[in-house]
């Protein structure tokens, strides 16, 4: 707007100051539809992307980016970067303080460069890199109860034009939002590590008791993740086939050390009660709302393919697949590892055991999926 | 605006447009302003309190309420209710489909409501339960992901005036912003609530191993937090006395069950081993990298007050305040408790044992509170 206060504007000026207030409106509107985008903590990748290409739209921007700061490194790395070269970008970290992105970081102001060339505190180290030309930057600090976490940017405004100050307030209000929803996310993936890498710890200590599966569980689980990763991208389901290795020996706080630790042969009685160690896997977990549901993945991880396994003797598909991919996992692991009565075998001969076995005591398919995982991932 | 497209408007009806423009930006202003203040998933009553008062004031309400549907019970409680009679709504449920609420929440679709009396929705069940007047509703459906799981209501728009569809356009969109912040905080107390109850349930098949301490650790919980809450209100401390007395035993994984489930006296050698739980537990914790602050708090509770008990023999104050929190408690359950050696002791008698050893044995501040809080809790 043009026209000095004082002045009684022309119905001319007043129609395009209406148009300008309807502009406003219209992009207010968008930025607060943008913010109902935010609506899960749990995959926050594919959250950002979305509102940075809806922050991309309202800017009128070629390039968006968010950057979060590492405490440790005193740098900035990438969480989203959209546009031509954003793969690129993404491998890059930004030291703290270098360039606008690091001066934002470092000062915790937004920074509005309208021309990248004219400003000393511009690096360039990105375009270097990318081979993507910036001209202008728009750049807003992400804070958090105060605390600065990280910077979000947009890059060239469409049609050779500039960032002006209505963008930055835009774009300001924009970014505490981002910082919410990445804070938030942070927040919900730090319980998250601290619920596996407790119960994690917890089994180890179980798994320890017996000097023969010291490290156990945690291999299982990696073992069942190589096949679940070849199954499904589905992350939940993932996160059950992770929950449900972790905790498939857990039951065996409840066998007594003489036969737990026992160097010789178990009796038969023994081994009666050894095999009761899903049951008390199970009874562990299904008091526990959220895991109730994988208590069946946990009780049969012993069932056979052929029906002849315990403790129902479920045959094939009866057997919940989770409890199949554990049953090869588990098994991989003891034939691989020293156990009292027999020293641990090759790599290749566990891998060959389980093809000797398949069909008969493990799932044909999931064997199949182990092997040709195991030997991509040069594990063997 | 009265005046219909094709006529040019006149300069005063520009006026009063350009008027009516700002208003509404300053309105979408403060909302997103508003949603600035989703900071944190962690104190959502704090949270959401906070959001209403904000839109209360951009509504020019007389009160507002959230509330989350009860999928079981196919009714909706409050989770907040803010106005002269909040606090004697809170207790309401209101059935699904039944009043204004019910039916948004039914149907998933706001309703503005300019006057109750003349709605055959309304019910009236809250105000004739709290003597609150309520003239006008405008309430909207709390979605996330197309699941309705609450409805938020702004009521009796000051100065006798009636809401609006202008009204109704801004709430919805804060009631997106709501939906979002009631969910991510759900998702998190949901994960929070797994967390521990999967180490409790793993500690308390521990403590079962040895039929005397079935159940120990879960009423150390209880007890610690007694002591916990008179001292502070602080969540995050409190969380950590939580987390600390859960785990305090939980190196008893370590101990061999010859000496755990001993009928007789220990010897000498057993009891030195017995003695090594508490660096066994804390062996445990040490590696998570979230709870390594937490180390301390398990490691010595066992020391005593006056500086002659176990690991490192510390004394007074320099024993960790949570150590000494757990000690009581410990101390306490272990009297109060069936043992191999004698039978357990009455609550009257544990207390007294309490403190007779306070100043010795035990942190004669926390005796005196844990004695306290017990007895006012009616627990004796």
Known sequence: ???????????????????????????????????????????????????????????????????????????????????????????????????????????????????????????????????????????????????????????????????????????????NQIAIAVENASLYSDLDKLFL?????????????????????????????????????????????EISSILHDVGKIGIPDRILGKPGRLTRRERNYMERHPEFSAAIIEPIEMLKKLTANILHHHERYDGKGYPEGLKGKKIPLVARVICVADAFDAITTDRPYRRRKSIRTGLRELQRNSGTQFDPRLVKIFVTQFKKNELS
């Open 197 to 241: 890498s407790s119960i994690r710890a917890i089994v180890e200590a179980v798994d320890a008791k017996d000097p023969y599966t010291r490290g156990h569980s945690g291999r299982v689980v990696d073992y069942a993740l190589l096949i679940g990763q070849a199954m499904t991208r589905d992350k939940e389901r993932l996160k059950e086939i």
């Open 1 to 175: 707007m043009r026209t000095p206060r004082s002045l009684a504007p022309g119905k001319e000026l007043m129609k395009s100051r209406i148009s300008d207030l309807r502009h406003k409106i219209k992009r207010l509107e968008t930025l607060i539809n943008t913010s109902m985008v935010f609506s899960g903590i749990l995959d926050i990748d594919e959250l950002l992307d979305t509102v940075m290409q809806q922050a991309e739209e309202v800017m009128e921007a070629e390039a968006s980016s968010i950057f979060r700061i590492d405490e440790k490194n005193q740098d900035l790395y990438f969480i989203t970067a959209r546009g031509e070269k954003g793969k690129e970008a993404k491998e890059i970290r930004v030291p703290m303080g270098k360039g606008i992105v690091g001066w934002v970081a470092k000062h915790g102001k937004p920074l509005l460069v309208p021309d990248v060339r004219k400003d000393k505190r511009w690096f360039g180290g990105v375009d270097e890199k990318t081979k993507w030309v910036t001209r202008s930057i728009l750049a807003v600090p992400l804070i958090v109860k105060g605390k600065v976490i990280g910077v979000a940017e947009v890059l060239n405004k469409r049609g050779n034009r500039h960032f002006d100050k209505g963008d930055l307030e835009l774009f300001a209000a924009l970014g």
